[in-house]
Each structure stands twice: as structure tokens, then as C-alpha cells.
């Protein structure tokens, strides 16, 4: 599965931007599907999740602020990010796991995903 993120880009604190990571058609009973981002000198750290149920989790930065949600239908998964801070920059990246039903994506973003997209830059200047 190919993954293509799109939307990163420069906004003042405050202020919004919605990723979107568009996958290559496939065809599958479930899907697990997550947002990460990591920052320069960072580890990459999940932001949020989202099966094809529409069982979210979200990291405790992210909770109140981001919403993940997604259309299975254009295969489509979106982050809308609001009330975005300086330590929001990084680079966000998508991530998708193929399953046979969403009960395997119990894990969330903890899941080890196997599908990633080459990355969108969000920067957040104060």
C-alpha cells in the first residue's frame, strides 16, 4: 500500500492545518491507521489512531486539539490539527496496517505498522 501525506505547512500559533494521507486502492475487511510525528532530535511518538470501526485513541498532546478521522471509501485518512503550538513542528507521517477485522488494531498507534508515508512538514512559529 502506498501512502501519500499532503497538507503540512507554516501557520502562527493558534492556528490550524489538516493532513491528509491518501492510500493506493487496496481491498480489506479492516484497517488500522495512525498519525505520528517526530521533531528534530526526537524519537517519533504517535499522535493518534483511528481503526476502520472508528475507534480512536489519541497521545495526550494531541487530545482536545487534533481530530484523526478518514473516508474508506477514497481511502483517505485525515489529521484536523486547531489550536496548534510551537511544539506542534515536526515532520507528521500516516501509517496503515491491512487486518481481517479491526479487533487487531486494539493497540493503536502502539501497533508496529508496516505501511508508511514519506512525511508532510508542520511548522508552528510563536
Known amino acids: 500500500v502506498r501512502l501519500v501525506e499532503s497538507g503540512g505547512g507554516s501557520v502562527q500559533a493558534g492556528g490550524s492545518l489538516r493532513l491528509t494521507c491518501a492510500a493506493s486502492?487496496?481491498?480489506?475487511?479492516?484497517?488500522?491507521m495512525a498519525w505520528f510525528r517526530q521533531a528534530p532530535g526526537k524519537e517519533r511518538e504517535g499522535v493518534a489512531s483511528i481503526d476502520s470501526n472508528g475507534r480512536t485513541e489519541y497521545s495526550h498532546s494531541a487530545k482536545g486539539r487534533f481530530t484523526i478521522s478518514h473516508d474508506n471509501a477514497k481511502h483517505i485518512l485525515y489529521l484536523q490539527m486547531n489550536s496548534l503550538k510551537p511544539e506542534d513542528t515536526a515532520i507528521y507521517y500516516c501509517?496503515?496496517?491491512?487486518?481481517?477485522?479491526?479487533?487487531?488494531?486494539?493497540?493503536?498507534?502502539?501497533?508496529?505498522?508496516?505501511?508508511w508515508g514519506q512525511g508532510t512538514q508542520v511548522t508552528v512559529s510563536s
Open positions: 486502492q487496496y481491498t480489506a475487511i479492516g484497517s488500522c
Open positions: 501509517a496503515l496496517d491491512l487486518v481481517p477485522d479491526a479487533k487487531y488494531c486494539r493497540d493503536g498507534y502502539s501497533r508496529d505498522f508496516g505501511n
